[in-house]
């Protein structure tokens, strides 16, 4: 077996479409991985993390990367809290938004927050999405260590959270306000309507036709006026053809 055959396979299988990835990121994380277990090639692999599910959620971690914090990037989360949540909101009285490929809930859970002081009581709906369930099942528990939360103002700290040692527990008003499904970026049916989507750091693993597809999905899935927020070493330059409009760096509108 060799690679293409090993990712069709997994695909076949597990349903996760590889292909869509770079791949010699793709390859270097997926032969360190055999590399520690000393397995030498893909058809023992592929084998093996069909018959070990401890080694196929290892495969998933490598592959996802789950790194992520509270406001990532604060100067640029700035921008949303200043100048397009207040635009949203004076336009619609419920905004729908959506986290995609959220990891363990900061990005979602920050944009909550952001809702929660600029429309207290509102009836916003945040959907949040990802392709892993470790992540996802994490998200849903809301507690979160020092690193997490490390670009979150003392007063949000005091807020929002509750501090036990190095632990902090998200309150459940904000937890309530988040939604999380499982849903692959590659193969799942996107929604609708969007006034917001945040999709950060995912995008970068992905080749460039598949990034292209994904944000011509995006703009589908925004309402006319709906905004995307791409992550700080993201770009999308072939915007104007897809039909964005370019509001600031790292935010684009659906005309
Ligand atoms: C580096 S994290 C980014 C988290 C957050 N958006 C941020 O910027 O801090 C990347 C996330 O993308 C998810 N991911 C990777 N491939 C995906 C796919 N095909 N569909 C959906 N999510 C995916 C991973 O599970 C991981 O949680």
Redesign the pocket.
Known sequence: MDFTEFKQEVNRHFG??LD??KEPQLKRRIESLMSSLKVEDYKTYFNLLVRDNQQWQRF?DK???????FF?NPEIFLRLEKEILPTLIKRHKYLKVW??????G??PYSLAILLDELAPGGNHRIDA????IN?LEKAKKGIYNQRAVQSVTTSRLKNYFRQENDTFYLNEKIKGMVKFYR??????HFGSGYHLI?????VI??TAPTQEKLYRRFFQALAPGGFLFI?ATESLFQYKEIGFEKYAPWFYYRP
């Not at 986290?99 to 363990?104: F, I, K, L, Q, V």
């Not at 849903?183 to 799942?188: I, Y």
């Not at 945040?198 to 995912?202: D, G, S």
Request: hydrophobic share 40%.
């Open positions: 996760l479409y869509g990835y998933i592959i996802t990367i789950n790194v992520t914090e990532r986290s995609a490929a959220c990891a363990d900061s990005e999405t990802d392709i892993d992540a849903k692959d970026l590659l193969k799942d945040v999709c950060r750091n995912v693993y992905f992550g």
